[in-house]
């Protein structure tokens, strides 16, 4: 008998509910990823690969200090684990977004022991209210401000000491120069609740390095959780008080947890072409049209410039990832789950529930009362007047 940590997206070793209990309560650990290939119908970006690479191997390191060896598995999700778990096992896992991720922790619970937990939001669902999940940012705000828990962060099971990683040096221009895994995610964050975030409110729609966190990356895989998140800049808010900017970086993870939970809470309706909305909607797909705007040949510069930075770094601003996805949509006129798709090929903080959440939002179809559009010579005037960052892409 022993048991099996079952790691997804939460790759790391401080915070992990699962590791730590499986410590506590088995003798025998094993732990295991699965790369599953099914999924990979299409190309991965490079950059993303690279950075699930270098959490994987971070990971391992970690887990090696406890005599913890991490399995790295090829296959489908539900035949590996089939393969690989014993009778007797015990499996140790967290509750993920998405349906098949919920699929896959079905087919577990009702074949295998096992021992859940919810560590993937801020906020716990059951915190927030027993009533239907408010479907409109602003009242779930409310609500949660208003009823929810924080948790304390739990510290990596004895015997583990986090290696220590400095600050990559890279070339100042690209957005997003950092490693991945546990390591570079804790080292990102001190440095940037050291100084940048207190000026956040300001530099969010920038597209340099500290204009905004970067942190969703390591969000994204789980390489940090969200509670040592909040942890640390309230640790930062009492040694050098609190402003709007450091309220701001709460509230986008606020939305984190909207776009998670709301997904939790209508399974698989933001895949269709309606998204949460009732009715019929008819997308085009021209793809000619498509590759041009993944190609970065549209003749919109300001478009271009973001959709070249995402082929080569894996990374795009918010304000950028708005208005490539308003311009393929209300521009392009094509179906907006050709942008969500294209997205969770490319992005190295890619994630299920804001990717879908956010193109659908753009689309007029998610969680919005009206459809935004965002005219890309006006975003270019307000912020790259100078085109530095559009001449750099372009």
């Given at each position: 008998?022993?048991?099996?940590?079952?790691?997804?997206?939460?790759?790391?070793?401080?915070?992990?509910?699962?590791?730590?209990?499986?410590?506590?309560?088995?003798?025998?650990?094993?732990?295991?990823?699965?790369?599953?290939?099914?999924?990979?119908?299409?190309?991965?970006?490079?950059?993303?690969?690279?950075?699930?690479?270098?959490?994987?191997?971070?990971?391992?390191?970690?887990?090696?200090?406890?005599?913890?060896?991490?399995?790295?598995?090829?296959?489908?999700?539900?035949?590996?684990?089939?393969?690989?778990?014993?009778?007797?096992?015990?499996?140790?896992?967290?509750?993920?977004?998405?349906?098949?991720?919920?699929?896959?922790?079905?087919?577990?619970?009702?074949?295998?022991?096992?021992?859940?937990?919810?560590?993937?939001?801020?906020?716990?669902?059951?915190?927030?209210?027993?009533?239907?999940?408010?479907?409109?940012?602003?009242?779930?705000?409310?609500?949660?401000?208003?009823?929810?828990?924080?948790?304390?962060?739990?510290?990596?099971?004895?015997?583990?000491?986090?290696?220590?990683?400095?600050?990559?040096?890279?070339?100042?221009?690209?957005?997003?120069?950092?490693?991945?895994?546990?390591?570079?995610?804790?080292?990102?964050?001190?440095?940037?609740?050291?100084?940048?975030?207190?000026?956040?409110?300001?530099?969010?729609?920038?597209?340099?390095?500290?204009?905004?966190?970067?942190?969703?990356?390591?969000?994204?895989?789980?390489?940090?959780?969200?509670?040592?998140?909040?942890?640390?800049?309230?640790?930062?808010?009492?040694?050098?008080?609190?402003?709007?900017?450091?309220?701001?970086?709460?509230?986008?993870?606020?939305?984190?947890?909207?776009?998670?939970?709301?997904?939790?809470?209508?399974?698989?309706?933001?895949?269709?072409?309606?998204?949460?909305?009732?009715?019929?909607?008819?997308?085009?797909?021209?793809?000619?049209?498509?590759?041009?705007?993944?190609?970065?040949?549209?003749?919109?510069?300001?478009?271009?410039?973001?959709?070249?930075?995402?082929?080569?770094?894996?990374?795009?601003?918010?304000?950028?990832?708005?208005?490539?996805?308003?311009?393929?949509?209300?521009?392009?006129?094509?179906?907006?789950?050709?942008?969500?798709?294209?997205?969770?090929?490319?992005?190295?903080?890619?994630?299920?529930?804001?990717?879908?959440?956010?193109?659908?939002?753009?689309?007029?179809?998610?969680?919005?009362?009206?459809?935004?559009?965002?005219?890309?010579?006006?975003?270019?005037?307000?912020?790259?007047?100078?085109?530095?960052?559009?001449?750099r892409w372009t």
């Amino acid at each position: 008998m022993g048991a099996v940590v079952w790691y997804r997206h939460d790759l790391r070793v401080d915070d992990h509910e699962a590791l730590r209990s499986a410590c506590e309560e088995q003798d025998v650990i094993r732990a295991l990823y699965v790369k599953d290939q099914k999924k990979r119908d299409f190309k991965r970006g490079t950059q993303q690969a690279r950075f699930e690479q270098e959490t994987l191997e971070n990971l391992a390191g970690h887990l090696s200090q406890i005599g913890i060896t991490l399995d790295i598995v090829e296959g489908e999700t539900i035949e590996t684990l089939d393969s690989y778990l014993q009778a007797d096992d015990t499996v140790y896992f967290h509750k993920m977004t998405g349906t098949e991720e919920a699929a896959s922790e079905q087919y577990i619970e009702d074949k295998y022991a096992v021992r859940s937990f919810e560590t993937q939001t801020l906020h716990r669902r059951e915190d927030i209210g027993s009533d239907e999940l408010k479907r409109v940012f602003t009242a779930f705000r409310k609500r949660v401000e208003a009823k929810g828990t924080f948790y304390d962060p739990l510290d990596p099971p004895t015997g583990i000491q986090l290696v220590k990683e400095e600050s990559v040096e890279a070339n100042p221009e690209i957005a997003f120069p950092f490693r991945g895994g546990e390591s570079a995610g804790r080292a990102r964050l001190q440095e940037y609740l050291a100084e940048p975030v207190f000026t956040y409110k300001e530099t969010r729609n920038g597209f340099l390095r500290n204009d905004s966190s970067k942190l969703s990356a390591w969000l994204a895989n789980g390489s940090l959780s969200p509670r040592r998140v909040i942890a640390e800049l309230q640790e930062a808010e009492r040694k050098k008080g609190a402003n709007e900017s450091t309220y701001w970086l709460y509230f986008e993870l606020l939305w984190r947890d909207f776009f998670h939970l709301t997904m939790r809470e209508t399974g698989s309706r933001l895949f269709r072409a309606s998204g949460l909305q009732e009715g019929q909607y008819t997308w085009k797909a021209d793809q000619a049209a498509v590759e041009r705007w993944i190609e970065g040949k549209t003749g919109v510069p300001f478009v271009d410039a973001f959709m070249n930075e995402i082929r080569e770094t894996g990374w795009m601003s918010n304000r950028g990832r708005q208005i490539v996805a308003s311009y393929l949509i209300h521009e392009l006129k094509q179906d907006w789950r050709i942008g969500a798709r294209y997205f969770e090929q490319q992005l190295i903080d890619y994630d299920v529930a804001s990717n879908y959440g956010n193109w659908a939002f753009i689309a007029g179809v998610g969680n919005a009362t009206r459809t935004p559009r965002f005219d890309p010579a006006f975003q270019q005037q307000r912020y790259d007047p100078n085109q530095h960052f559009t001449k750099r892409w372009t």
